[in-house]
């Protein structure tokens, strides 16, 4: 449950030149879709227009410029194709509530605080917590430089290069089901991974005695390598007997990824779930009962 392929095609060739002229018209013969289904889905899945979504990761990125490089703001505006220093100035007000030179400096003096902070104590990520098989391995934290959309992101690495598939760690969280009960779920979120053996996303649902009755985890579909950010969802169901809800992003191995954009979402049945316990992989019937086969 995915973005559709379309969708997906868009956002990678959108994020591999955001620095450069997007040229809607030719943008769906480069992706090999007609533009009135491009045009629709994309609409559809993000609920942004192709044209708004580009507006809202270039302002994204210039946020990064503006607090960890010391272009000017003429530059920043020009590098990421606004046609004037004006015009970027008022968008990027309309997103940040700040004008950039202004955004710039308080960004920065407040990074300085942080740093200081840090440099007494790690500083917890609210709400998240590090868990899985090889926690000691792993590090996660907020990361202010590289983002979807606002000002910050949450990346899990691995502090050593190892591709023993056997070591994973995972930042979650975890909430009460209540609100969700007998109701379609639908989480989706912002990944970006910067050479990992192996990861994904992940979404579980369990019963008052602990049970997981509803689970996962990307496995068919996880991400691997190094990819720019794209959107990722997971469908499940939440029967009645729910009590808890707990989610996050899973790394195996090796690399880095960054999360974003965390959302969750009632659906209706139409949505088809990406449970990973159906039934449907157990076989129809019992087989090789006299051990003959």
């Given at each position: 449950?995915?973005?559709?392929?379309?969708?997906?095609?868009?956002?990678?060739?959108?994020?591999?030149?955001?620095?450069?002229?997007?040229?809607?018209?030719?943008?769906p013969?480069?992706?090999?879709?007609?533009?009135?289904?491009?045009?629709?889905?994309?609409?559809?899945?993000?609920?942004?227009?192709?044209?708004?979504?580009?507006r809202?990761?270039r302002?994204?990125?210039?946020?990064?410029?503006?607090?960890?490089?010391?272009?000017?703001?003429?530059?920043?505006?020009?590098?990421?194709?606004?046609?004037?220093?004006?015009?970027?100035?008022?968008?990027?007000?309309?997103?940040?509530?700040?004008?950039?030179?202004?955004?710039?400096?308080?960004?920065?003096?407040?990074?300085?605080?942080?740093?200081?902070?840090?440099?007494?104590?790690?500083?917890?990520?609210?709400?998240?917590?590090?868990?899985?098989?090889?926690?000691?391995?792993?590090?996660?934290?907020?990361?202010?430089?590289?983002?979807?959309?606002?000002?910050?992101?949450?990346?899990?690495?691995?502090?050593?290069v190892?591709?023993?598939?056997?070591?994973?760690?995972t930042?979650?969280?975890?909430?009460?089901?209540?609100?969700?009960?007998g109701?379609?779920?639908?989480?989706?979120?912002?990944?970006?991974?910067?050479?990992?053996?192996?990861?994904?996303?992940?979404?579980?649902?369990?019963?008052?005695?602990?049970?997981?009755?509803?689970?996962?985890?990307?496995?068919?579909?996880?991400?691997?390598?190094?990819?720019?950010?794209?959107?990722?969802s997971?469908?499940?169901?939440?029967?009645?007997?729910?009590?808890?809800?707990?989610?996050?992003?899973?790394?195996?191995?090796?690399?880095?990824?960054?999360?974003?954009?965390?959302r969750?979402?009632?659906?209706?049945?139409?949505?088809?779930?990406?449970?990973?316990?159906?039934?449907?992989?157990?076989p129809?019937?019992?087989?090789?009962?006299?051990?003959?086969?």
């Open positions: 449950m995915e973005y559709s392929r379309a969708t997906q095609r868009t956002i990678a060739y959108m994020e591999e030149h955001l620095s450069e002229e997007i040229q809607l018209v030719s943008l013969k480069i992706v090999g879709y007609s533009r009135f289904h491009l045009s629709r889905i994309f609409k559809l899945e993000t609920g942004l227009t192709i044209g708004e979504y580009i809202v990761r302002l994204a990125t210039a946020a990064s410029y503006l607090l960890y490089s010391d272009e000017s703001i003429l530059t920043i505006a020009f590098e990421l194709q606004f046609q004037s220093q004006e015009a970027f100035t008022r968008a990027f007000k309309d997103v940040y509530k700040l004008p950039p030179g202004k955004y710039r400096k308080l960004m920065q003096s407040l990074s300085m605080m942080e740093e200081e902070q840090a440099m007494n104590a790690q500083q917890p990520i609210k709400g998240w917590l590090l868990s899985g098989a090889n926690p000691e391995l792993y590090g996660f934290q907020v990361d202010e430089a590289v983002f979807h959309a606002g000002t910050k992101s949450g990346v899990l690495y691995a502090k050593e190892t591709n023993n598939r056997e070591h994973f760690a930042m979650m969280q975890g909430f009460q089901a209540h609100a969700y009960k109701k379609r779920l639908k989480m989706s979120c912002y990944l970006k991974t910067a050479q990992v053996t192996k990861c994904g996303a992940w979404l579980r649902i369990d019963n008052g005695t602990g049970d997981t009755i509803q689970f996962d985890n990307m496995d068919n579909r996880s991400i691997q390598g190094t990819t720019e950010w794209n959107h990722y997971i469908v499940l169901d939440v029967p009645e007997e729910s009590v808890s809800i707990y989610f996050g992003v899973l790394l195996i191995g090796a690399g880095k990824v960054w999360a974003d954009g965390f969750f979402e009632e659906v209706d049945n139409k949505v088809p779930t990406t449970n990973m316990l159906t039934q449907e992989q157990l129809k019937q019992p087989f090789n009962l006299d051990f003959s086969e």
